[in-house]
């Protein structure tokens, strides 16, 4: 399984007394916790000695890595995580739909929808579980999109009113509904295009040529409707 670089808040703090961490080990841990997860343990049933038994580690090395089962967590979903996708030279529509569109890539790993949808699960009992996800995990594509869309609005294409929380949300929300909540694939870039031709029909300033009520340029077919 590929791991990407992980962001130092989601690996915890370095080992104490300048003792050199043991990639190889790092490795097993988060592997063995993804593995424990993904075969249906939850978040309440995982344990720190059910990962050091399976990692065939000590539960003292796992300590020295993450200081709690929330930390382990975040850092093994933020191993399966991608790097957000070069955006120099691009155009506001297509720097939007390579970022939705990193979405689909990410969320080709089934195992990955099943462990959001566990770590969704927890939500109502752990909270700060979730916000921290948000904070680290996909902190670095939440942050992009919000360069993006301000660019579009310093740059006069999209609306001085436009609330960028919420446009975020309108973007990666149609397709974390359809690869997390009803588990269906999304074969092509289409589905991305159609989700920012959309956003940007409602979201284009007047002077730009597609307000609201106006086509986009780009139509594709409507196999993969918005779910």
Request: hydrophobic share 40%; net charge negative; with cysteine.
């Amino acid at each position: 399984m590929p791991h990407a670089d992980l962001p130092a808040t989601a690996t915890g703090p370095e080992p104490r007394g300048g003792r050199r961490r043991d990639p190889a080990a790092d490795l097993a841990i988060l592997d063995s916790t993804l593995g424990l997860l993904g075969e249906g343990c939850s978040f309440g049933d995982l344990s720190m000695d059910l990962v050091a038994q399976r990692a065939g580690v000590a539960r003292a090395t796992i300590y020295r890595r993450w200081r709690n089962k929330e930390e382990l967590v975040l850092a093994a979903l933020g191993s399966l995580d991608l790097p957000v996708p070069p955006l120099d030279g691009l155009g506001l529509r297509d720097r939007l739909v390579a970022l939705v569109d990193q979405l689909r890539h990410r969320g080709q790993d089934t195992n990955l929808h099943r462990l959001i949808g566990s770590l969704l699960g927890e939500a109502v009992r752990r909270p700060q579980l979730v916000e921290r996800f948000e904070a680290t995990v996909v902190a670095a594509r939440h942050e992009a999109l919000l360069r993006v869309l301000r660019d579009g609005v310093d740059s006069g294409e999209l609306r001085a009113d436009l609330h960028l929380d919420d446009a975020i949300e309108m973007l990666t929300g149609p397709m974390a509904a359809r690869l997390i909540l009803r588990q269906r694939p999304v074969e092509s870039v289409a589905f991305a295009e159609r989700i920012v031709d959309t956003f940007l029909n409602g979201t284009r300033t007047a002077r730009t040529g597609t307000g609201p009520g106006t086509t986009p340029e780009h139509r594709h077919p409507a196999e993969e409707p918005l779910p």
